[in-house]
């Protein structure tokens, strides 16, 4: 959260070079942030950060609010036109408190600039798997979200209004997918529905009416909400959002891009205004011997040389496909078997580097998110190892020794911003996966059982690159330890892991399931075991009690306010 | 015919508070902020007029005019329904103001009474009073013209407002040069900016003993700002040709001098905004 003190500093020093010290500065210009009016309005803010990205580089100006009044000044600078600005709202100590962006803005004479600005909030959404819940096994929850602006974990207890299958965020608008899952298999079940979600009260909105076929597994949106790309095991949508400014009167198109099994999206927004997206098909899991039978597939949702047509998609590539993202108006991709990071376009994939020096040779890159010109890459090696890695988009070109690498240590280490793989990646965070479970009625006997596999499922980027989440979830196995009176025991966990993106600290760690089941075949087995918490995690709210209700969850999707993925 | 009436009695009433009204207030800041905003008591008549009419400030003035559309950013989107509360109730008007960083509401009023009745209420938001007011009855359907809505403002507004400014940056490559500008002396280089009345030609002359006088014309466009440059050589010394160019540089405009000529290749106007060059003061606000 210190993270951009440096950088205001030395651009600061850029803005000011552009004024023209002779001149008077009678022109005036407004930056107006549009907070969303509401319960939950950013609070506590006393800084505000401003970032013009601009063709030259970027622009950071600062400035302290007059909490009285809400204004501020940012002084003087030279006139932009059609840039992308980021705001973010800092208390005190530092930390967002609120963020918002927007792109193709003009700060010019009497020009007013208005950016909406939201709490810094994770959403997670996901099915319940708990059979001491009465009625049906598989229940549709609602989700629950993380506010790092207040610094309250999530806790499967403070929910949305009502049960979604999938959350997705576009820009400062938020949406939830509805969707049934069967009670006895889990599995999501019957038409999805996409529904808004108030941004300043979480209230809940009419559904849109189109139905979506399949069960819902990705979505991305633009910055704009106008335009959502949803995923399914069995078909890639489109959905043009649009608002009568008059009436306020909403119209919603779906439309089929392709047939098939989705499941990554991204979705992106280039300077003439084309809203592209991206998919992923037949995805490989990422867990077992990488297969490059994954599609990359392209369908250009809006723009002019779309004249009117409707949207259709087609496919780029063939390959180890694992993810992709967007920034900045150009989409990127990972393969894990090639372990390479590239751009894609309508008709192309062209490699930017290879991830072929970060991790072991095993280690494949299944996860990305890009922001502002950095790629955040998660990544799986055997057997239940993950990490976190920051790299440009683009090599590095070769600097001098040293250049910030500790290419010598970090390895098996939490938290730590030192190991890289080489000069310009740095290695936020890597772990082995691991689970101790307690017995619940012999104080102090505990299991450490080690995973067997884990899989990072998302990832996201939040506050514009303050804060980089993702989620987890891990399988355990222990085999009966006769002597030690320990049944074999088989554990699911999944968890959400929200780190400091600038030093790689854990800033939420929330494991919202974990659960599972043990085979005893000794009568002397210890056969009540419950889950232990590791310092720093938080796990969901205990149940009422004498109730059955756990609030047990697990996370099918997660999505940032303004997140970048 | 008894509507009719009416609406005159109001502007008779209207027009005399406006022509005492004025002195009170001294000359406020031809620069300042005022924002137009739109209040309508069940009429649909007049559709846009305050957006004409902050136009139309913006073009005769050197206001920073926000119409309805600009205050509704800066204000939130509540904002009509806000007006629409205040009832045209001066405080209440001026406390939208105080939200915006104006100095001045122009409240445009439309109602019905047989004719449409267009009132314009100049709001000082500091005093939370009416300044002044302009009223007048229009048959269902007239559109007023440009001409009319300028007549409303310019009795709403002190005349200052209208009188219009342009910056000239003159530098020298020496010290102690004098500078007259259109026959008045300026003072001796380096000199401040002058705020000089625009549109508006000027002769410039600098000059130094021993040197050979620098001379031009600059046509000074309103809210722009020309830079002289005067390179002044010895007496006696051939001086090549460019040592007498000037650069003018309006803002936002491309502007060229030769042998004591301006050329311009652009206007200043509301509703087509260019890309300043200079610097710009940018504010902010948290809604």
Redesign the interface.
Known sequence: MKRLGPLVAVALAGACA???P??????????????P?GALNPVG?TS?D?VLHEPGGDVA?T?Q?DID???????????V?GTAIEATLRSDTGAVVGYGRVSGA???????V?IP?LRPIAYIAGSADDDQRPGPEWTVEPATFSDLSTGAPPDGKTVLASPSALMVAAGSKLFMITQAVDGTTGAATGMAQVVPVSVADHSIGTPFDPMLAGAVVDAAGTDDGNHLVIATASELYALDISTDMTTGAVTVVATMLAAGSFSHVAILTTDTGEVDAIAIKNRAPTTGTCASTAELWWAQLAGPSLAGAAPAAHMVATGGFSDVAADRGQAYYIDACKRELGTVTATATAMTRSLTAIGSATAEPTMLAVSNGQAYIGIEDQPATTSLAVLPVVASPPSGSGGGSDAGGGSGTAGGSGATDSTDTRMLWTEGAQQVVEAANFAGVQRQLDATSVMIDHLEIGAGGDYVALTTSAHFHGSAVKAANFPDLTIDADELRVFDASTGGSVERYRSFCAGFFNSMSGNDITAWQCAQTPGQTAPAPGPDNSPVTYDHHIASMTFLFGKK | MRAALISLAIVAGFTALAAGAGPAHGDPDPRRKLIVLEYRAGSSALPGIAGRVAAALGKQTSLQVLGPDQARAVYGDHLDQVLVKCGGDAACVAKIGQKTGAAEVLLIGISELGDVILTMQRIDVADHTVVSRVADSLAVGAVPSEPQLASYTTRLLPPGDFLRFGVLDIVSNLGGATVTVGGEPRGVTPLETLRMRAPESYEIRVEKPGYVPFSTHVALPPDGEIKVEANLVRRGGAAAWYQHWYVAAAVGLVVAGAGGTAIYFGTRTTSTPMMMAGPLHVNGTIQ
């Open positions: 552009t004024q023209h002779s001149a008077p500065v009678d022109r005036e210009a407004t930056v107006a942030l549009a907070l009016q803010y505000v401003i100006l400035a609010i009044n809400g204004t501020f000044d940012l002084g003087t600078l030279t006139p036109d003009t700060i010019n004479d009497n020009e007013i208005k600005v």
